[in-house]
């Protein structure tokens, strides 16, 4: 299983991979994507997603600047997506924009596995 987060914050990547793999276990994939240019690296290859977690704001924490990239990703991937902005209203804009889910980034792995079972 592979799970894509996409997050600029060093503290939450780090809480957010720890929880997913209580939750999942060491087999799972975690890609982390610090920027918007890695995470254009990797929606350039051809690698399989089963969830994908996107913080509204990269490196600019005032503006949602993630709505054209999570366009691509729509494209590319029908798998889940989870909005993980720690402010509400930015979580309500992704989800109008092309996430199916969202939630608060400590309660990810919860969310996760809810969506993904096993």
Not at 86 to 96: A, G, R, V
């Amino acid at each position: 299983m592979r799970i894509w987060v996409i997050e600029d914050q060093e503290r939450w990547q780090e809480m957010i991979r720890r929880h997913l793999i209580e939750e999942f276990g060491e087999h799972l994939v975690i890609v982390q994507s610090w920027s918007l240019e890695e995470a254009e690296t990797e929606l350039a290859t051809e690698r399989t997603v089963d969830l994908i977690a996107i913080d509204a704001c990269l490196w600019d924490k005032r503006v949602v600047n993630v709505l054209p990239f999570l366009k691509k990703i729509r494209e590319k991937y029908d798998c889940p997506i989870i909005a993980i902005s720690s402010i509400k209203e930015f979580n309500q804009t992704l989800k109008k924009n092309g996430c199916d889910f969202s939630c608060e980034k400590w309660h990810l792995a919860n969310l996760a596995r809810e969506i993904l079972g096993g």
